[in-house]
């Protein structure tokens, strides 16, 4: 049994995280929920004077827009579509003798107008841009969302189906990239108050196929996108729990998102893997949350 097997299998013992029979779709102890609605409640206490208008989409969004996004160009591999059956009696006397004889019943489904977000931020960008020009001061978004992501994986840390909070800022390049580092320093001390030790380095997203090498390499030329890592099933491959992404105008580009002079805004989002970073507590403080150090205690609970 390997390493991270072991640290999931003593998630599922303690009851913290609960088996479906699924790799990476779990479900969580109320005691699992109380550490991310605590480490949310520290993200308010960082990010809350910065006035981030509060939005919260359900973990499906609409199909045309995430067409529009691009993303089967970029992660195909990890999307999920939402199916359903749209046929007639006759149609439905078939499917249940599909299922009786345990062929594949599901080959009749017909794609639906909803595909489960991938990531918290995609369904905030049309919704920005219908609104018509960002004011003077720009815009600022606070997300949370249950994503979506076809990686199924014993690793406790990589699930199919998991939260982000998200902030998003939307502005000139030097507005957004001053956002960033301010959250880049802000995970750091957060991540402190919390007794967790981070690194943080430069990252790429996983594009798909070879022309995909391409589009990594050029991420991480220009330092477009860091991530706060925290050691969970490894310590020689430490875990991304936030991740700090410049868009630079791309998808201002994209969505048509301009200032209040006419110029196409820039964009950045940062990140937190909610159940990445409660993992990463349970990991170094024990799954005993009573046993956690008082000081860890006192900057969740108070
Ligand atoms: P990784 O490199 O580990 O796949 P990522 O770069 O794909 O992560 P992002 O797309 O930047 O991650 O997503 C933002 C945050 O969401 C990450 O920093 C991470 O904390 C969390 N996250 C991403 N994928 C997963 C997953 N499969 N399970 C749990 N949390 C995830
Ligand atoms: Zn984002
Ligand atoms: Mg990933």
Known sequence: MDMQTSFLDRLFDAGLL???????????????EDVIAAF???????GGADGAEAMRFPPGMNRAF???????????????????????E?????????????EDWTK????TDIVLTPAACYPLYPTIAKRGNLPKTGGLFDLQSYCFRHEPSKDPAR???????????MGTELHVTDFRQR??????EMMKAVGLDVTIDVANDPFFGRAGKMLANNQRDQNLKFELLIPITSAANPTACMSFNYHQDAFGTKWGLYLEDGSVAHTACVGFGLERIALA???????????????????LWG
Request: aromatic share 12%.
């Open 18 to 32: 609960i088996d479906t029979g699924i790799d990476g779709l779990y479900g969580r102890s109320g005691q699992f």
């Open 40 to 46: 949310e409640r520290l993200i308010d206490t960082f």
């Open 66 to 88: 995430f067409e529009k996004s691009g993303y089967m160009k970029s992660f195909p591999q990890l999307a999920g579509t939402v199916h359903s059956f749209c046929g007639s």
């Open 90 to 102: 006759l149609d439905h006397v078939s499917l249940l003798q599909c299922m009786e004889v345990g």
């Open 108 to 111: 009749g489904q017909e794609a």
């Open 159 to 169: 699930q199919q189906l998991f939260r982000m909070r998200e902030y998003v800022c």
């Open 183 to 188: 959250w880049m320093d802000r995970g750091v």
């Open 281 to 299: 507590l349970f990991h170094h403080h024990g799954l005993d949350v009573k046993q956690w150090p008082a000081s860890v205690r006192k900057a």
